[in-house]
């Protein structure tokens, strides 16, 4: 198992931004599947941003042009630019991995086996 541990989460006006980092230990390939998954209160928790084996990034629609997930292989990190966030971002963060090759990550049904504890964004109008 890998373990992930988020940060760079917090409370931001409407407008405003935030980085997320996701930091993977031990060795964690370049070449797996990782991702952002994000719960708001009282919702279920939805897939935001992933990239695939080959790099290929996902993005749902609703953050679609104002976030941007890379990855920094050298520091074994995943990171989620949020811009122009919006009071309906609101909500836990977390970053999600798997160890198995995977490309044309499915939004909707990726499932992946290792989660970070998450972090809280809170988005003020």
């Known amino acids: 198992r890998v373990h992930l541990s988020e940060s760079g989460g917090g409370s931001v006006q409407a407008g405003g931004s935030l980085r997320l980092s996701c930091v993977a230990s031990d060795y964690f390939g370049t070449n797996y599947p990782m991702g952002w998954f994000r719960q708001a209160p009282g919702q279920e928790r939805e897939a935001i941003a992933t990239i695939d084996s080959g790099g290929w990034t996902t993005y749902a629609e609703s953050v679609k042009g104002r976030f941007t997930i890379s990855r920094d292989a050298a520091r074994n990190t995943l990171n989620l630019q949020m811009d122009n966030l919006k009071p309906e971002d609101t909500g836990k963060y977390y970053c999600?991995?798997?160890?198995?090759?995977?490309?044309?990550?499915?939004?909707?049904?990726?499932?992946?086996?290792?989660w970070g504890q998450g972090t809280q964004v809170t988005v003020s109008s």
């Open positions: 999600a991995a798997d160890t198995i090759l995977t490309f044309e990550l499915a939004l909707d049904t990726w499932s992946p086996p290792d």
